[in-house]
């Protein structure tokens, strides 16, 4: 079978390594794609937004399975139209993808069918919304209520940063993302990422990770799109994930059915463990990234067949086959980022890094100049390893990191803190 891979982060590189391997597979083409997955796969020049282009590529090339990476492409309905074309993808639907397209929406589907999350209020104007938090008080959490890459969320610890965040969302600093604000208890606890696969009716667990969002050490400063990650996430025992499963996931596909959306594809929910179990604070209609670069790696079975029952509305019982190991990933990320990135810094040292024994590096944000690598975007590399358990990869890739000669690049050196500390 043909494939065809939507993306060009660390993510797709992962996904191409693991559909790559598979014996379904006759050829792989990702587009855009990025050094990395340019070299175990065909990288091609479409644009994910021209549908009708996509459409017409997968007709000349024979494609049996399209694999959406990013949400954009899902939020914009390229699966529907692909599927009108009669062309099988993996991923939600545009009505599905609201999920992660639009908090209020998901919101108001967790009151209605009990799934456990923050109290909440919408606002579409900003005088109630401010007589919403005064009445009350810090901490609260604001949202904007669309796709504002990772940037839409403010958490805040007094009522001033609160009051401030409502104006800059109204004011116009994310666009129609934000017409609408969602307002929400702040939760505490312990976060996770976890992950089930989805065919519209069912769905079975495929993995937990961990993810660090803010840029610097002791997670402090400005949120990121992920600085590192490791799977499994210690605090998802297997009673956890049992409760998530039947708490969370369960509900929200009936929901989606109800609602005349199921949802196929992968379902990634943003939890909160706290003292009461699991509470999701949100959902994303996608593989996460950096996650997806430490959970791919345990896989112990073939990816491509979970992805075509996922699209074809026939998964498996689960959960998916994982190794007992664990896998640590690092972000090697662009001086600058996440506010103003610098491009077009030299990288040298990648093949002895990957040399390491269980080391992968993902390349996300690179690019080829002849024989030469060039840093090109904010999150540019995933150094990740796999071993007996967290600290040992982290060990691992940390060791091959520091292989890496890169003076324009930054990462934080305490990725899997949380995981170590008892
Ligand atoms: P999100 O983009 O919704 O994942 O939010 C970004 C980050 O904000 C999350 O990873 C949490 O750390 C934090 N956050 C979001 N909602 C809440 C909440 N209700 N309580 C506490 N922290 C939250
Ligand atoms: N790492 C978080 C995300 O993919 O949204």
């Known amino acids: 079978m043909n494939v065809l891979l939507i993306g ?18 006759t050829r792989l083409f990702v587009a ?3 050094p990395g997955t340019a070299s175990i796969a065909s990288n091609v020049a479409l644009d994910a937004a021209d549908h009708a282009a996509v459409i017409a590529f997968c007709r000349a090339q024979n494609i049996g399975l399209v694999v959406v990476g990013p949400e954009a492409p899902l939020v914009a309905g390229l699966v529907d139209d692909l599927a009108s074309a009669d062309i099988a993808a993996f991923g939600p639907t545009k009505a599905a993808a609201r999920l992660e397209g639009s908090k209020g929406f998901t919101k108001d589907l967790c009151a209605e069918f009990n799934i456990p999350t923050a109290a909440y209020a919408r606002f579409v104007d900003r005088a109630p919304a401010l007589a919403y ?30 009051e401030a965040a409502i104006e800059m969302i109204f004011g116009g600093a ?21 992950f089930a696969l989805c065919d519209g009716a ?45 708490e969370i996931i369960e509900p929200t596909l009936r929901g989606m059915r109800a609602r005349g959306a199921p ?32 959970m791919l790696p345990r896989l112990d079975e073939d990816l491509l067949p979970l992805l075509l029952a996922s699209a074809r509305g026939c998964l498996p019982a689960g ?27 030299e990288i040298a040292g990648v093949e002895s890094a990957s040399a390491l024994p269980g080391v992968t590096v993902y390349h996300a944000g690179t690019r080829r100049e002849g024989a030469r690598l060039l840093a090109n975007g904010g999150r540019v590399l995933n150094v990740t390893a796999v071993a007996t358990n967290v600290a040992e990869a982290q060990k691992r890739a940390y060791a091959a990191l520091d292989l890496i000669d890169w003076p324009g690049g930054f990462c934080r050196r305490d990725i899997g803190w949380r995981a170590l500390k008892d």
């Open 319 to 345: 959960p998916v086959k994982l190794k007992t190991e664990a896998a640590l990933t690092v972000v090697y990320a662009a001086k600058g980022y996440p506010d103003a990135p610098m491009r077009g810094t």
């Open 8 to 25: 060009s982060g660390g993510r797709e590189h992962a996904l191409a390594l693991a559909i790559a391997g598979s014996p379904l597979l």
């Open 133 to 162: 938090v005064r009445a009350r008080g810090a901490p609260i959490v604001v949202k904007a209520d669309g796709l504002a890459a990772g940037k839409g969320v403010i958490v805040a610890a007094t009522l001033a940063e609160a």
């Open 174 to 194: 994310f666009g129609a993302a934000g017409a609408e604000v969602v307002i929400e208890a702040f939760l505490e606890g312990e976060e996770a990422s976890f």
């Open 202 to 246: 069912r769905a079975i667990e495929f993995a937990s990770a961990q993810d660090h969002k803010r840029v610097g050490e002791g997670d402090t400063g400005p949120n990121t799109g992920g600085m590192g990650a490791y799977s499994p996430a210690p605090v998802m025992t297997p009673h956890m994930s049992a409760r998530v499963m039947a």
């Open 263 to 294: 949802f196929a594809g992968v379902l990634f929910a943003g939890l909160m463990i706290g003292r009461n179990g699991p509470e999701l604070i949100e959902f994303n209609a996608r593989f996460g990234d950096p996650e997806t670069q430490v």
């Open 32 to 34: 855009p794609g990025n």
